[in-house]
């Protein structure tokens, strides 16, 4: 079974950085689709960012283009996002996943992610 464990996440201020990580285990990341998501409290899940297997290509939720990016190393079975100008809407439960099936197009659907890491919380003060 795929199983995804997510870290990386704390307590910063508005304008600061965090640096997520995704390990990804039970098989190759190669081949897969991997995204992020957040969801705070009250709120639905909501996509920030998915990238496709090569690395290739990437897509972002307009609230965050231009201030997280997305990148993977599957040799390490590993994705990130970096997180740039941090602000206190970017409060949330940080989720990665990945799709059960191979060469998926990318999707800002959580309906089409089928393993999720536990989340990380991210806590941005004013």
């Known amino acids: 079974q795929v199983q995804l464990v997510d870290s990386g996440g704390g307590s910063v201020q508005a304008g600061d950085s965090l640096l997520l990580s995704c390990a990804a285990s039970?098989?190759?990341?190669?081949?897969?689709?991997m995204a992020w998501f957040r969801q705070a409290p009250g709120n639905d899940r909501e996509f920030v960012a998915a990238i496709s297997a090569t690395g290739t290509t990437t897509q972002n939720s307009d609230s965050t283009k231009g201030r997280f990016t997305i990148s993977r190393d599957n040799a390490k079975n590993m994705v990130y996002l970096r997180m740039e100008s941090l602000k206190p809407e970017d409060t949330a439960l940080y989720f990665c996943?990945?799709?059960?099936?191979?060469?998926?197009?990318?999707?800002?659907?959580?309906?089409?992610?089928?393993?999720w890491g536990q989340g990380t919380q991210v806590t941005v003060s004013s």
């Open positions: 996943a990945t799709t059960k099936f191979r060469n998926s197009a990318l999707s800002d659907s959580s309906a089409r992610y089928d393993y």
């Open positions: 039970g098989r190759s990341s190669r081949d897969y689709v």
